[in-house]
């Protein structure tokens, strides 16, 4: 089982998402970003990873139900989201295609990877 800890960036009433690179795995599709959980906690993973993909510093607010997905044999992925506010904003685009700054109500509108979807849905249901 990959642990990965995610980011939900919210600032100015909007959510960010960012569609992956057609270099990386699961190509095109949309994420909250963040990356594989090292010998660290979630929340420090998740700072470190966020500033290594867009180049900017977050604060995290808090801790949403945890999401789990299978993608084959040998790819399990549990999910950590944590809702988050920016603390720079200077984004770089290191890793990502591009991203999008979207209300709640469009966020079901764009092409989520499989594990972000109960994390999108959950989102929707309880922050609108």
């Not at 599709?29 to 929340?43: A, I």
Request: charged share 30%; proline share 4%; aromatic share 10%.
């Amino acid at each position: 089982m990959i642990k990965v800890s995610c980011a939900i960036i919210e600032h100015n009433g909007k959510i960010l998402c960012a569609q992956r690179s057609g270099k990386m795995d699961l190509p095109n599709k949309w994420e909250f970003p963040g990356g594989k959980v090292d010998e660290e906690t979630y929340e420090e993973c998740l700072i470190r990873e966020i500033k290594e993909e867009l180049g900017v510093e977050i604060k995290i607010l808090a801790q949403l139900p945890i999401s789990e997905h299978i993608y084959s044999e040998s790819k399990e992925i549990q999910l950590i989201p944590f809702r988050c506010s920016l603390k720079t904003f200077n984004f770089l685009l290191l890793e990502h295609s591009r991203i999008e700054w979207l209300d709640i109500q469009n966020l079901k509108s764009l092409d989520w990877a499989e594990a972000d979807i109960p994390i999108v849905n959950y989102y929707c249901k309880n922050y609108k």
